[in-house]
């Protein structure tokens, strides 16, 4: 059986851990959730009229 303050110090390490990899996570997907999706979203929004715009000099 371990001393309490040991447990108590390795489960404080541990919430920190996972209080840092939450933080990290959520970055992540607030990233892969919005800048991607709307970078993605502003390429096509620019390649869209450049395409309509050669379809209508092909016609």
């Avoid at 996972?18 to 992540?28: A, K």
Wanted: aromatic residues 18%; charged residues 10%; negative net charge.
């Amino acid at each position: 059986m371990a001393p309490p303050i040991r447990v108590a110090a390795s489960m404080a390490a541990m919430a920190m851990f996972l209080d840092f990899m939450e933080g990290y996570l959520v970055v992540f997907f607030l990233v892969y959730g919005f800048v991607v999706p709307a970078t993605f979203d502003c390429y096509i929004a620019m390649r869209v009229p450049t395409i309509f715009y050669l379809i209508k000099l092909e016609c």
